[in-house]
């Protein structure tokens, strides 16, 4: 990060590589769409870019970008929310399930999708954070704003609303 | 994968249930990568060249003091060429609705200039900004200052509230203007930026008009900070941006 704000472009690309594909994987799952997912993506490396002179030497860079990301999500969807996108369009607005996957675990991950966004944003974000991520909550606390009590409060209920919503097919399995 | 029962995640059964969707995140190619890159460098590049670009790209830290200088060069300008209401006039009450303004001012500067890189603040923490601008406003329409109606016999109300109004306009504009050209695109910055064009308005309003009825001062002067909220800010949220 030194050597991008001293102003290497090599360095601009390193920090591009390493970060892209986890924003990447990060925004397609709250999106549901890639075009829309690379975008994101793309604003947050621009904003990054604007912010560079704010970073403090020795600091962690994953928090900023993931913080910077997960505030153009939740503009994206004040955004969309305003337009009073029907129902329907954000239906054809979700990404469709890979192709080469057998049908049933597409139809199963097409529910859980559906589990996910019936959560509401402040509780996806914390389980995207600490259960696709891999962040601890202290870190899921910094990106989201809150202090580190609130965010396990918000991933225990959504766990729990999350558990109760796919309670039929877990016990099915079983 | 979070090893849910450790750190307080999921159990067993939601944990794997979960872990499915994994498969469906597509692996990225880097031919995908790379043209995003170019896209980004070449936007970054662009952005680099422009006003707005250098401004935006200072540290926090420097924006707010670029901000207070051009604030504070606007006042010495102000200061200078146009005479403070009368001395008889300023009373603490006076003094009092500058300080508020002043501070309000300060506060959606912070608002403005905050690091893109912070979570983004509660819906509720802009409205209350705004809507205390706009009150704040409003209610110095309420709060004369003594001996002030010896003043306005001597005008005429109405086209003196045209004058005032036309005349804050035309200061919250280099307000605003400044306003946006530090903002890194904080949701809802505009709104903030007008709010604080309003009230900069307001301020300097306050200390050179010597009319101080409640008429004058809602229609004049108050008017302003609506006219700022309504006209730019919510006008500018709703068009569509990039």
């Known amino acids: ?174 | 994968m979070t090893n849910g029962s450790d750190r307080g995640g999921p159990d067993a059964g939601l944990g794997e249930r979960l872990r499915e969707l994994e498969p469906v995140d597509r692996p990225d190619n880097g031919e995908l990568i790379d043209r995003m890159f170019t896209n980004v460098k070449s936007k970054c590049d662009k952005s680099d060249k422009t006003i707005a670009g250098f401004f935006r790209s200072r540290s926090t830290t420097v924006r707010r003091l670029i901000v207070l200088a051009v604030f504070a060069v606007l006042a010495v300008a102000g200061w200078s060429s146009f005479p403070l209401v009368d001395e008889s006039l300023r009373d603490p009450e006076w003094l009092a609705t500058l300080v508020a303004f002043f501070v309000l001012l300060i506060v959606a500067m912070m608002m403005v200039t905050r690091p893109v890189h912070r979570p983004e603040l509660p819906r509720w923490q802009v409205a209350c900004l705004v809507c205390i601008a706009l009150g704040a406003t409003v209610l110095a329409a309420f709060w004369p200052t003594a001996g002030a109606h010896a003043a306005t016999h001597e005008h005429s109300s109405g086209m003196m509230a045209g004058a005032c109004m036309g005349f804050g306009l035309m200061l919250g504009v280099p307000v605003y203007a400044l306003l946006r050209l530090v903002d890194r695109g904080n949701a809802f910055g505009s709104l903030v930026a007008a709010a604080a064009a309003g009230l900069a308005g307001n301020f300097v309003l306050k200390a050179h008009c010597a009319i101080d009825t409640t008429g004058h001062v809602l229609l004049g002067h108050a008017s302003v900070a609506v006219l700022f909220v309504v006209g730019l800010g919510l006008v500018h949220r709703w068009i569509p941006s990039k």
């Not at chain 1, 019936?118 to 601890?136: D, G, M």
């Not at chain 1, 558990?163 to 877990?170: D, F, G, H, M, V």
Request: aromatic letters at 8%; proline letters at 4%; a positive charge.
């Open chain 1, 1 to 174: 990060m030194d050597a991008y704000i001293e102003g290497s472009d090599a360095a601009f690309r390193m920090l591009f590589e390493r970060y892209a594909p986890i924003l990447l994987r990060l925004t397609r799952r709250h999106l549901r769409s890639d075009e829309l997912a690379q975008e994101i993506v793309q604003q947050t490396f621009f904003r990054l870019h604007g912010a560079r002179n704010d970073f403090r030497r020795g600091s962690k860079l994953r928090p900023w970008v993931m913080t910077i990301a997960m505030n153009l999500v939740r503009e994206h969807w004040r955004r969309k929310k305003r337009r009073k996108m029907t129902s329907l369009e954000v239906e054809t607005q979700a990404a469709p399930e890979p192709e080469f996957l057998p049908l049933e675990i597409r139809e199963r991950s097409k529910l859980l999708h559906e589990a996910l966004d019936r959560l509401p944003t402040s509780q996806r974000e914390v389980i995207e954070l600490h259960w696709f991520q891999e962040r601890p909550y202290a870190e899921v606390a910094i990106i989201v704003g809150t202090s580190e009590g609130a965010v396990r409060v918000r991933a225990h209920r959504a766990y729990a609303t999350l558990k109760q919503l796919l309670t039929s097919e877990i016990h099915g399995d079983e």
